[in-house]
């Protein structure tokens, strides 16, 4: 007598998971946000190669370009870890102006980006601003001042 074996959607679908996810692929960095300029730094830092898979926009240099999404790209040899992270950009200006496209003021990331030229527009151009860069820099040297726009690095 056959026996036939009913196997569920879901016991073929875990199956298939466990088949192609590489053991260790939840410990990549998390890249989304960073520009692609420091995402493929620290993918480097974790002896990972960072290639772009997807870019829109043509407004910024690929350095500046903001990391949107990132993939693990699946081993090539089943038991092997993935090396190779695949990076989408978003090359759109920060945000929109009546000359160059980007993300609407309106949205969250706009608003993000408006706070932070707004907070770079301080610290360059007023005495506040330059004073409180001075001060954080000899009270915070272990900050990463290549991350605080508008103060001297």
């Not at 980007?102 to 005495?127: L, M, V």
Request: hydrophobic content about 35%; charged content about 15%.
């Amino acid at each position: 007598m056959k026996r036939i074996h009913h196997f569920s959607a879901a016991t073929l679908c875990v199956t298939c998971v466990a088949i192609a996810m590489p053991v260790g692929a939840s410990a990549a960095p998390n890249l989304v946000g960073m520009t692609y300029e420091k995402a493929s730094s620290t993918a480097s830092n974790w002896g990972l190669t960072a290639v772009i898979s997807t870019s829109t926009g043509t407004e910024l240099q690929q350095s500046d370009c903001v990391v949107i999404n990132q993939v693990l790209r699946p081993a090539t040899t089943l038991g092997q870890n993935s090396k190779t992270l695949l990076l989408s950009l978003n090359c759109n200006a920060t945000v929109a102006t009546a000359t160059e496209a980007g993300n609407s003021a309106a949205t969250p990331e706009g608003q993000k980006a408006k706070k932070a030229q707004a907070t770079k527009d301080w610290r360059e151009n007023t005495p506040q601003g330059q004073a409180w860069c001075a001060t954080n820099v000899v009270e915070h040297p272990e900050w990463d001042w290549t991350d605080m726009p508008g103060c001297p690095s």
